[in-house]
């Protein structure tokens, strides 16, 4: 019993101590570091994506903040895991909407590899290389996913055109040469192209 009062006396803590309130709103840059700090860092990280407290942290978060785009993509994590892009898509959405400047790159390499929603990853690239000009996600500059929608959308000229593009930021970025994947596909271009030689 006694562990039980101890228990409630904690989540009534937690909650009353990361409210916020008029003096420390949820705009306040140190109160929404703490409650990162909380919820994700030392909650959800901790139990994992595949464990149901992932999405208990994220909520609890969002309930408490719910300007902090940083819980809505947190919380799409396991819907990615598993297959549910429906979910995922919408938290995404959320996120980006919230923090543009920090997540349309990562929408727009979720709609080009999981959703195969060509048109709106290339609508995202095209804002991330407002903010982040020549940047990278996920090991590839924006450029080669910008390549492989325009292959899959059957525009081969411009497929060609961003995947050269991929080439030359690796070679202004990387010393161990050009990845594998941009030459992979580089070559499925002129192959569709018939430029065999």
């Known amino acids: ?11 009534l803590f ?3 101590s990361f409210s916020p309130s008029p003096a420390q709103p949820c705009s306040d840059s140190v109160v929404t570091d703490s409650l990162i700090h909380h919820y994700l860092e030392n909650g959800a990280f901790k139990v994992g994506y595949n464990d149901p407290r992932w999405e208990m942290y994220c ?11 940083v819980a809505y993509r947190e919380k799409a994590i396991p819907y990615i895991k598993f297959g549910d892009f429906g979910k995922a898509m919408l938290l995404e959405d959320q996120a980006v909407s919230l923090d543009p400047q920090q997540w349309i790159d990562y929408r727009a390499f979720l709609k080009c590899i999981f ?5 709106g990853a290339l609508k995202d690239f095209e ?23 325009h292959l899959e959308l059957g525009n081969y000229q411009k497929a060609e055109q961003y995947l050269r593009q991929d080439v030359y930021a ?10 594998f994947n941009t030459y992979f596909y580089l070559g499925v271009v002129f192959y569709e192209m018939k430029k065999y030689s």
């Open 1 to 11: 019993m006694e562990k039980l009062l101890l228990y409630y006396l904690n989540v």
């Open 127 to 149: 804002q991330a290389e407002i903010y982040h000009p020549m940047a990278s996600i996920m090991d590839h500059f924006y450029p080669f996913y910008q390549g492989l929608c």
């Open 170 to 179: 690796q070679r202004k970025s990387r010393a161990k040469g050009i990845h």
């Open 115 to 119: 959703t195969r929603d060509y048109e």
């Open 14 to 16: 937690l909650i009353f």
């Open 59 to 69: 909520d609890s978060l969002i309930a408490t903040c719910p300007n902090i785009a």
